[in-house]
């Protein structure tokens, strides 16, 4: 294979019009190999070239690195000015970042189009966790919030994510909308630019620490906690939060204490892969903790601990989801309640709803539909770590005021002599039995991907019920009596995923009932990894 006229002179062009003269040079490297021959830097300008970057799931997202299928400066340049007239055309405007590789350049050259564009814009002081730009976006009925950030990606990786009035994510058909006004905006190097926008004052930040120290409803504070922010940005305040809440035990692990965009001490960065949380509970266990907290880099997801038998495991999301849920529905004051999840995570939150008396309802994946999904909303979760337990303020999800209202959770249970184990024993012998796990497969080629999508729905596997959620979603849902699969491609990583539940009435002892239900489970996860392997 040769390098074609048609990329070498969109290269050619995507070069002329870089306002940055360090991705000129890195991409005009790349081209001048692809020229000579090399084959694998040929492979890599057709990588950079393909794009542009989509909103997904949770905005866009791609490697720090030259050429328009990544994130650099021209192409976070070119985004923002097609939002500026997507946008009404004034209005205040939010810029956060976290501290990822770029991130500060990116959260500048955003404030810039944005300030040069006639917009109020206010910038974080500093890499700050996403849910206070969600918070200040819906607090001062901003038109928009830009939060520079690729949340648990791997650290090559940065991401734009994007707030409008209300301080939740766009949605469909707002994210083709403003991709098509991308696709108008002229060459980066020519986007007016102004340096006319202000820095959010440190007031601002603590009404956001004031209102999440609000949350907990028990009154007792009894509780050491082990933490780590996981090298992001959440550390310094998920601690002055919980100290404001009256939790002032708090051990943070001291090697992924600081933000560090190499994430040296976890292959990812994400609570929920396995290891990452193994310094964690490594603390915990060390300083006879009640509870163990992972927040991933930005500080949306939360993710807990607890001790069992005589070691310490990471709670499954929707385990934490329903002890939350439960939580808040057991305090809220608010008349005819609602809770959501999405339709890969467990069913439980439905029954304990129904026992509650309050509404119930299911959405597509991401925190954009659950924070959407009715009036009266009072909580909402995600089994991939998200939960928003304060959608009043904050319309998205949210680690650190997750993490204050578990440890008023763990208090509680601790000054009753109980566990969140044990909170969880109750909702099963209550509700039966939801156990969840997930086949997640990531792949370098994603055509592999579509390729497993197509020949399930082509050949579905006769013993289950298959719905096909096109043209909604691309997903499928595979169930069974008191068994369902949801097999979806991630909608922020390179990875296949399938989400499996079983559900196991206790009609004998819990030990027996748990037992049978775990090895149900195995079983449809070793069926349900040969399904999905290409």
């Not at 970057?53 to 985004?79: E, H, K």
């Not at 249970?413 to 497969?441: F, I, M």
């Not at 990875?495 to 196991?504: M, N, Q, R, S, T």
Request: charged share 20%; hydrophobic share 40%; with cysteine.
């Amino acid at each position: 294979m040769s390098l074609t006229p048609a990329l070498r002179d969109a290269t050619f062009r995507w070069i002329a019009d870089d306002p940055d003269q360090a991705t000129r040079a890195e991409l005009q490297g790349v081209l001048a190999r692809a020229m000579g021959g090399d084959a694998s830097a040929l492979e890599d300008l057709e990588d950079r070239m393909a794009g542009p970057l989509t909103f997904g799931t949770a905005g866009l997202r791609g490697p720090v690195r030259a050429g328009s299928n990544g994130m650099n400066r021209a192409v976070v340049i070119r985004t923002t000015a097609g939002l500026a007239s997507w946008l009404p055309g004034s209005g205040t405007v939010f810029v956060g970042r976290d501290a990822r590789h770029g991130s500060e350049d990116f959260a500048s050259a955003a404030a810039s189009v944005l300030a040069g564009a006639g917009y109020d814009v206010r910038v974080l002081p500093g890499p700050l966790p996403t849910p206070v730009l969600a918070f200040l976006v819906r607090k001062h009925k901003a038109v928009a919030g830009v939060q520079i950030t690729a949340s648990h990606n791997p650290p090559a990786d940065n991401g734009y994510k994007l707030y409008l009035t209300g301080g939740s994510q766009i949605v469909p058909p707002e994210d083709r909308e403003i991709e098509r006004a991308i696709a108008l905006v002229p060459a980066a190097v020519s986007v007016p630019l102004s340096s006319s926008y202000s820095v959010v004052p440190d007031v601002e930040i603590e009404s956001y620490l004031e209102r999440v120290a609000s949350l907990p409803r028990g009154v007792s504070r009894e509780l050491k906690v082990a933490l780590t922010p996981m090298h992001g940005v959440g550390g310094q305040m998920a601690v002055d939060a919980l100290r404001r809440a009256g939790f002032t035990d708090v051990h943070v692990v001291r090697s992924q204490a600081v933000p560090d965009p190499d994430f040296p001490t976890v292959d990812f960065p994400n609570p929920e892969e396995p290891g990452a949380a193994d310094q964690l509970l490594s603390l915990a266990s060390s300083v006879g903790a009640d509870l163990a907290i992972a927040l991933d880099p930005d500080a949306d997801r939360c993710a807990l601990g607890v001790r069992d038998g005589a070691s310490w495991r990471m709670l499954r999301g929707d385990e934490t989801g329903v002890l939350l849920g439960s939580l808040v529905l057991s305090t809220v004051d608010k008349p005819d309640p609602l809770v959501a999840t999405t339709i890969v995570s467990s069913s439980l939150l439905k029954s304990i709803a129904a026992a509650r008396g309050a509404r119930y309802a299911e959405t597509l994946t991401g925190f954009k539909w659950l924070v959407r999904a009715g009036e009266g909303l009072v909580f909402a979760y995600e089994e991939a770590l998200g939960n928003c337990v304060d959608p009043e303020y904050v319309s998205d999800k949210d680690g650190i005021s997750a993490a204050v209202v578990a440890c008023d959770l763990a208090a509680g249970l601790k000054a009753s002599g109980r566990t969140l184990l044990d909170a969880l024993d109750s909702l099963a012998v209550e509700h039966g039995l939801h156990l969840t796990d997930q086949v997640s497969l990531r792949f370098t080629d994603l055509s592999l991907i579509g390729s497993v999508m197509a020949r399930l729905r082509s050949s579905p596997p006769s013993d289950f019920s298959c719905e096909d959620l096109l043209p909604d979603a691309d997903v499928l849902r595979l169930t069974a009596p008191g068994v369902r699969v949801i097999v979806r491609p991630s909608g922020t990583e390179p990875k296949l995923k399938a989400y499996l539940e079983v559900v196991e009435p206790v009609s004998e002892s819990l030990d027996v009932s748990r037992d049978r239900a775990r090895q149900r489970l195995a079983d449809l996860r070793t069926r349900v990894t040969e399904l999905v392997t290409p």
